[in-house]
């Protein structure tokens, strides 16, 4: 599957966010680092009202999540998944 098929839409709304990771070998200890070969981004759009966003750079990101989690899908069912 494609990424832009996991890309929501009126159709299939919903929350997506990626990140592309470093990959490393299994035993090296840097491993764990956080850090991503690309910026994160992500998308969202809300089936109930329609309204979408779309962010890029890990601060922006966090923020589309917590709009979308206060304000769109679990908050339009009332804190439902």
Known sequence: MAVSDLTPTPDRPGLHVSAEPIYR???DPARWWTTTVTAPTGSYTCGT???SDTARGA??????VQDWTDNHG????????
Request: glycine residues 16%.
């Open 49 to 51: 009202c329609g309204e």
């Open 74 to 81: 679990p908050a339009h069912r009332g804190g439902r998944r």
């Open 25 to 27: 070998k299994h035993d």
């Open 59 to 64: 601060s922006r990101v966090r923020a589309l």
